[in-house]
């Protein structure tokens, strides 16, 4: 009994109460994680608009990527076509200088 009355005896009630510290962390925190999620910046309207500008620029560079590799395949042809022909006249040359060499024989 003593003991509670101490207590009682020690409470002031003319100065202030301290603040309760972790009450107010948890809404300084609350405030700036709704400041975040609110700033113009993660609006979902403009969340969108850039997400519609990435794609229109993807589809930009997908359509030069697709014009190269169809010219590099192109190009690919070509020489195959150009080392075929190379290969056939190499063919036609040796046959030559053999029917040369047979004839100077």
């Known amino acids: 009994m003593d ?3 101490r207590i009682i005896t020690d409470v002031t009630l003319t100065t202030p109460l301290p603040p309760p510290y ?3 962390y948890h809404f300084e925190n609350m405030t700036e994680e709704l400041k975040h999620m609110l700033s113009p910046q993660k609006a979902p309207e403009r969340l969108l608009q850039l997400a519609d500008s ?3 620029s993807l589809v930009v560079e997908m359509d030069q990527l697709h014009s190269r590799a169809t010219k590099v ?4 042809e070509q020489v ?3 080392a075929d022909r190379i290969h056939k006249r ?3 040359l040796e046959q030559f200088i053999k ?3 047979l ?3």
């Open 3 to 5: 003991r509670l009355y």
């Open 22 to 24: 972790k009450v107010l």
């Open 54 to 56: 990435n794609l229109r």
């Open 73 to 76: 395949s192109a190009d690919g």
């Open 80 to 82: 195959e076509d150009d």
């Open 90 to 92: 190499a063919n036609d």
């Open 99 to 101: 029917d040369t060499l």
């Open 103 to 105: 004839g100077a024989k």
